[in-house]
């Protein structure tokens, strides 16, 4: 089967349960949970202040310059669904504004990660309609090329596969594969326990060079104090 022109009408998402622990956690708690892994680069940015977002991904691939597939997205979110778009080519075109926002919102979907660009952006912040993308652009793409629906797409160097949870925040967006969302999400409360504790700590004054041990260490490695 093709890569583009193809609709999979079909996801495995991931359990709901699952989905709504991680909502609790931060970007950078999860990325560390799953063992430093499914961190999209660092140049997808919220583009406003204070957006953050948590879901399964409903995954599309575009084509530079069109967003066609994004409607054709629309009509396979559900309630609580992100929408993830990659781009078969470098674009930061304006794919994506309050319109589109309004039909994914009464999709049900709870935002929007585009490796693209999106406009609308005072608009959106109104919805608080979380978008995380590439680039805000004013410049209007069209509807002419085929694309794909919920194939497994690499956006921003991160691979996602359809009903893999997507965690986006001030610090990023990370990316859970379904099967791992439940551990994971086990895994960052365990860690945030751990922080607290540390937290405390170092709130009491206790430096890090005594709670992490590294005085020796650093003494073997020769670190040299001068008055
Ligand atoms: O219409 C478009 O192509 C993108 C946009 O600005 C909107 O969704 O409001
Ligand atoms: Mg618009």
Redesign the pocket.
Known sequence: MHHLGVVHRTVARADRAAVEALSAFGVATVHEAMGRLGLMRPYIRPVYEGARLCGTAVTVLLQPGD?WMLHVAAEQVREGDIVVAGCTTESED????????TSLRARGAGGLVIDGGC??VDDLRRMDFPVFSRAVSAK??VKATLGSVNVPVVVANALVAPGDVIVADTDGVVVVPAARAAEVAEAAARREAAEEGKRQRFRDGELGLDMYAMRGPLADLGLTYVD
Not at 96 to 101: C, H, Q, R, T
């Open positions: 967003n304006g794919f994506f504004g309050e319109l589109l926002a406009r609308d209007g793409t």
